[in-house]
């Protein structure tokens, strides 16, 4: 199964339908967005899969959101968000509590924690711990999403347009 991680897409309408049509064409089966979607519109950009949403620091309309990713019948997590999929336990927040971040991934509860919020790819493995960070769709150079191939944990980041 092959997982789509994104974040950080503040509103970016025309990088963000970029990335989705990326993760078409590698035919990812569903996605995580890691918080700070920025506006409703995104939020149906992301409808070709089953997609789990947190929100980020500058998602300040959460009602709005959250009304928007159930209308869209895909799943608001809150402020965090955990998931098991083919065995694999994944959690994924935004990041901007520092200290959440660090608890989670030192927990080793997890085998997958994916976070955003500073816009910088982050791919590194903490004890048992697969920690990723996408990148950012928005305000980045380059502007990046990951896909991360399930069971394995085989982690690919991918440069869009």
Excluded: Y
């Excluded at 994104?6 to 993760?23: F, I, Q």
């Excluded at 950009?45 to 500058?58: D, I, K, Q």
């Excluded at 998931?83 to 509590?97: C, I, K, N, S, Y």
């Amino acid at each position: 199964m092959l997982l789509g991680v994104v974040s950080d897409t503040h509103g970016d309408v025309p990088r963000t339908r970029a990335a989705v049509r990326m993760l078409e064409s590698l035919g990812v089966a569903a996605v995580i967005h890691c918080g700070d979607i920025g506006t409703p519109e995104i939020v149906s950009m992301f409808s070709c899969w089953p997609t789990h949403f947190v929100f980020g620091n500058c998602d300040h309309d959460r009602k709005t959101l959250r009304q928007d990713i159930i209308a869209a019948r895909q799943t608001c997590h809150g402020t965090f968000g955990e998931l098991e999929f083919l065995g694999v336990q994944v959690a994924f927040l935004h990041g901007d509590d520092s200290e959440l971040l660090e608890t989670t991934i030192a927990g080793g509860r997890f085998d997958v924690v994916c976070h955003g919020h500073t816009h910088v790819v982050r791919h590194e493995r903490r004890g048992k711990t697969l920690v990723l960070n996408p990148g950012a769709i928005h305000r980045a150079n380059p502007h990046t999403v990951a896909t991360v191939e399930l069971p394995r944990l085989i982690v690919n980041v991918v440069t869009i347009g």
